[in-house]
Structures are given as structure tokens and as C-alpha cells.
């Protein structure tokens, strides 16, 4: 039985009984491990279940691996008989759950824009992800994912200028000031975490307030953070 490279056996039971060191072994080729099991005796019309626990090291990522067992062995006549088994395929995962989040922009504002909302440049917009989430975890426990924006929005070149406006996060016609903890995305036991994209007009939106923005680049410090739920 091919084996991925770094598969290291725990125990092998034949029937529920687990065997000795010396009816199996493992040898290399140049793509992967090869497990070899002495069966012993197995009569014609006999069944003889098999057990492999395995550990495997060094999956850093989602990986596929592609095995098909062989039989080799004497038949009533004592010739050599040889044939292969089903095709079986082997999925790995690391158990881990990792996002890679996007900067967001927004639109250009000018001089009198008051009480208006900038929207995000089209690159931070569907069909385009601004958090991609590669949810490989075993156990899918539920999560909850929530933004804050950390910081006032600074003038690049003045750290005593800031920008008077703050984001808000729109689901649907109806918004939550982002300067507060808010709930952006959340799953149920055993759901996958999907990775999270927004229309133009959802999601976290630049609000100007009343007063008149001096010219220059601003930047603001977001937090976005992953929390089990009980739920």
C-alpha cells in the first residue's frame, strides 16, 4: 500500500488483533512510502478485516494523496497471484483555520462633502474577498468574527490631523457605528467558515460628519478578531 512520505504507522490490527513489528514493513521510493503486510494464511471465501492507524507529519495545507492497494500471494495451486484494490484517495487537512485580510480603500473625498457616505474602491467589493478564510479545521466549533475600528483616522504627515469621519458597517438599510465591537460573520457547529465579501453598498462604509476635511492621506487601525461560540 502506497503511503504519503511522511506517514508514520501507529498500529496495524488484523481481525482486532493487533500485529508484531515483524509482519509488516515499510519501504521508500521516490514519491512516497510503500507498506507491505503479511496477511498469512487466508483461505479461499475467507474475510479478514484490517485496521492502519497513522499519523502523518508536515501538512502545512490542504493536500490530496492518491493510494491503491495491491495483493500478492499464492493461489490454491500455489502460483503466484497478484491483483489491485480499489482506488482509495486521502485528503489532508491541517486543522487550523487561517484568514488573510485585505486593506480597504475608499473613494476620493472633496473639500465640502459633509454627512455623506464614501464607498469602498471596486477592488474591496463582490466578487472580490476582503477576508479570505481557509477553514481547515476537524472539529467545525462555532465561531463568531468581529470588527472594530481601533483608531481615529490619522493625516499620513500630521498625526494631530484627523479626518472627520467614521466607519460604519451596513447590513442591509440598517448600520452599527464601527467604532463598537460588531458581529460581521458567524457559523454553526460544524459549518465551514466562508470567506467574506460585500456589495458596494454593505459592509463597512466611510461616513464624512459636518465638518470640513483637510486635504491628505488618512489611514485608520482596524481590529478584527476570530471568538468561540456557545452557540
Known amino acids: 500500500m502506497p503511503l504519503h512520505w511522511d506517514t508514520q504507522i501507529e498500529s496495524i490490527k488484523i481481525s482486532s488483533t493487533e500485529i508484531s513489528n515483524s509482519d509488516y514493513s515499510i519501504s521508500t521510493n521516490e514519491k512516497n512510502q510503500i507498506l507491505k503486510i503479511n496477511l498469512n494464511n487466508?483461505?479461499?471465501h475467507q474475510e479478514k478485516?484490517?485496521?492502519i492507524a497513522t499519523t502523518v507529519k508536515n501538512i502545512n495545507d490542504r493536500e490530496s494523496f492518491n493510494s491503491q492497494i495491491e495483493f500478492h500471494g499464492l493461489d490454491p495451486d500455489s502460483d503466484k497471484y497478484a491483483s489491485q484494490g480499489d482506488k482509495l484517495n486521502?485528503?489532508?487537512i491541517n486543522n487550523q483555520l487561517t484568514a488573510s485580510i485585505k486593506e480597504l480603500h475608499f473613494e476620493p473625498i472633496t473639500l465640502f462633502?459633509?454627512?455623506n457616505l464614501k464607498y469602498r474602491i471596486s477592488a474591496n467589493n463582490d466578487p472580490n474577498e476582503v477576508v479570505s478564510i481557509n477553514d481547515q479545521?476537524?472539529?467545525r466549533r462555532p465561531l463568531k468574527l468581529y470588527l472594530k475600528q481601533a483608531t481615529n483616522f490619522i493625516n499620513k504627515d500630521n498625526?494631530?490631523?484627523e479626518l472627520p469621519a467614521n466607519l460604519?458597517?451596513?447590513n442591509g438599510k440598517s448600520f452599527t457605528s464601527l467604532t463598537n465591537k460588531t458581529?460581521?460573520?458567524e457559523t454553526t457547529y460544524g459549518q465551514v467558515f466562508n470567506s467574506i465579501k460585500w456589495h458596494k453598498d454593505q459592509g463597512p462604509l466611510l461616513h464624512m460628519n459636518s465638518n470640513n476635511p483637510i486635504p491628505g492621506n488618512y489611514s485608520s487601525q482596524l481590529t478584527w478578531q476570530f471568538e468561540d461560540s456557545i452557540t
Open 137 to 139: 479545521r476537524r472539529k
Open 49 to 51: 478485516s484490517l485496521f
Open 159 to 161: 498625526s494631530l490631523i
Open 183 to 185: 458581529l460581521i460573520g
Open 168 to 170: 460604519r458597517y451596513y
Open 113 to 115: 462633502n459633509h454627512n
Open 42 to 44: 487466508l483461505d479461499m
Open 90 to 92: 486521502i485528503n489532508y
